[in-house]
């Protein structure tokens, strides 16, 4: 089936700093996805993306929906404690069949350092 | 309270029993998915209903059974646990479909 690859697996970081991370697939996907999840929490839906090329903003997040459909990237600027948390990136796939299997990545674990 | 709620929070059952997690959501979404998170996975989805009666298969359907007999209420079964079912469950509903999912807090299952 479809993966992606999200990197970084983890970030440490400053406060105020710009975070960067994003995902890869070697397939097409129609719909990217940007999850946070805080701990003992279910996922928070952040941005959604539906075209190629997309930029979105939501806050001091943005994400980007890849011209090749195969990528997508979250930028998080000026980082505070409670950015803390585990994102994932999520694809609906461009495949035939069933609409409802979204396909996440494995998440990039953010640490914030006051 | 509005919302969508999972229960219990936590549960600890032996090998061979039958458990039930219970998800509930006030909004009246059409969809409801549930998913289990473990390490090195991420998120995979169990089963997955579209309407009231309607349910389907995911990526790792074996060893549950699920049911919706009324759109409010999905609860998830494991007919006879194992070991390799301790994980994290999410229950998660929708209003449109797959692309804007509302997670419950999650039901943390261990299988002794």
């Known amino acids: 089936g479809q993966q992606l690859n999200q990197s970084p697996q983890s970030m440490f970081i400053q406060e105020g700093e710009d975070v960067s991370m994003n995902c890869t697939s070697s397939?097409?996907?129609?719909?990217w996805l940007w999850y946070k999840q805080d701990p003992g929490e279910g996922p928070v839906l952040l941005i959604a993306?539906?075209?190629?090329?997309e930029l979105t903003s939501n806050g001091r997040l943005t994400a980007q929906f890849g011209i090749t459909r195969k990528d997508s990237f979250l930028n998080i600027s000026a980082s505070i404690p409670s950015d803390v948390g585990i994102y994932f990136c999520?694809?609906?796939?461009?495949?035939?069949?069933?609409?409802?299997?979204?396909?996440f990545g494995k998440g990039t674990l953010l640490t914030v350092n006051p | 309270d509005a919302g969508i709620t999972q229960s219990p929070r936590y549960k600890i059952t032996e090998t061979g029993r039958q458990v039930t997690l219970m998800c509930h959501q006030t909004?009246?979404?059409?969809?409801m998915f549930w998913y289990r998170q473990d390490l090195g996975h991420g998120l995979r989805l169990i089963y997955y209903?579209?309407?009231?009666?309607?349910?389907d298969k995911g990526e790792v359907p074996d060893g549950y059974v699920v049911s919706r007999s009324k759109t409010e209420n999905f609860p998830l079964t494991l007919e006879s646990a194992t070991r390799s079912q301790t994980s994290v469950y999410f229950c998660?509903?929708?209003?449109?479909?797959?692309?804007?999912?509302?997670f419950g807090s999650g039901t943390q299952l261990s299988v002794l």
């Open positions: 998660a509903s929708s209003a449109t479909g797959i692309s804007r999912l509302f």
């Open positions: 397939s097409i996907f129609n719909t």
């Open positions: 993306l539906y075209k190629a090329g």
């Open positions: 999520a694809g609906v796939p461009n495949s035939g069949g069933s609409n409802y299997k979204l396909t």
């Open positions: 909004w009246s979404h059409s969809y």
């Open positions: 209903s579209a309407a009231a009666d309607i349910t």
